[in-house]
């Protein structure tokens, strides 16, 4: 069985703050873990993804995220925050890759404060 | 990348009528397919395994009569809701696999909306 839970549906941030989402994981085995992007009405677009190489990864718009197997997490950061990045950012699991089913968190919704 | 279609982005359609909503890989080819179901404010629920050549695979819960699955090629797949009702009113998204060397991922379709009168 797999699952992730994001803590915090909804997170503000200052323009220019630090952006952090929050993500636990459950896995029986060795999970894959995503961190997508939702902009309203569009579909999924990824930021990111581990897949047991290096534990800090590096995503598009200046996200990175560190996988960190003693804390089961894989929370998302970005150092400063642009309006652009208001968004629903969603953390998901997977075995193995790109066959296998992918279980989505809750969402967290991402709102920037000018 | 990869990149995944879905045709139509969205549909308002009377209840009883039936619907179709095609997911298409458009530069590769995919064995696989996932199609989601994502209501307001809510996060991504699997609904059903799409394979090419045999039938689908679906969620627990998710009733196979009402969401008819055919992966009829390598590049496409389609939902059709059935009779569709003012509780099928959500957003559809689909997903294809890419595998390419070292990387393999999910990519995600634009999704569509459907709204049933």
């Known amino acids: 069985a797999q699952s992730v839970t994001q803590l915090g549906s909804h997170v503000s941030v200052s323009e220019g703050a630090l952006v952090l989402l929050r993500c636990n994981y459950s896995s029986s085995v060795p999970p894959y873990l995503f961190w997508y992007v939702q902009y309203p009405n569009q579909g999924l677009q990824l930021l990111l993804k581990?897949?047991?190489?290096?534990?800090l990864v590096k995503g598009i718009n200046g996200f990175e995220a560190e996988f960190k197997k003693s804390e089961t997490s894989f929370h998302l950061t970005k150092p400063s925050a642009h309006m652009s990045d208001a968004a629903e950012y969603f953390c998901?699991?997977?075995?193995?890759?790109?066959?296998?089913?992918?279980?989505f968190g809750t969402g967290t919704k991402l709102q920037v404060i000018p | 990348g990869a990149v995944v279609s879905q045709h139509p982005s969205w549909v308002i359609c009377k209840s009883g009528t039936s619907v179709k909503i095609e997911c298409r890989s458009l530069d590769f080819q995919a064995t696989t397919m996932f199609w989601y179901r994502q209501f307001p404010k809510q996060s991504l629920m699997l609904m059903a395994t799409?394979?090419?050549?045999?039938?689908?695979?679906?969620e627990q819960g998710v009733e196979k009569d009402k969401f008819l699955i055919n992966h009829a090629s390598l590049t496409l797949s389609t939902l059709t809701v059935t009779s569709a009702h003012p509780e099928d009113s959500s957003f559809y998204i689909c997903?294809?696999?890419?595998?390419?060397?070292?990387?393999?991922?999910?990519?995600f379709g634009p999704g569509t909306r459907l709204t049933v009168l």
């Open positions: 997903s294809a696999p890419w595998i390419s060397g070292r990387s393999d991922t999910q990519y």
């Open positions: 799409s394979n090419e050549g045999s039938k689908a695979t679906y």
């Open positions: 998901a699991v997977t075995h193995s890759g790109g066959y296998q089913k992918v279980t």
């Open positions: 581990y897949t047991s190489a290096a534990t």
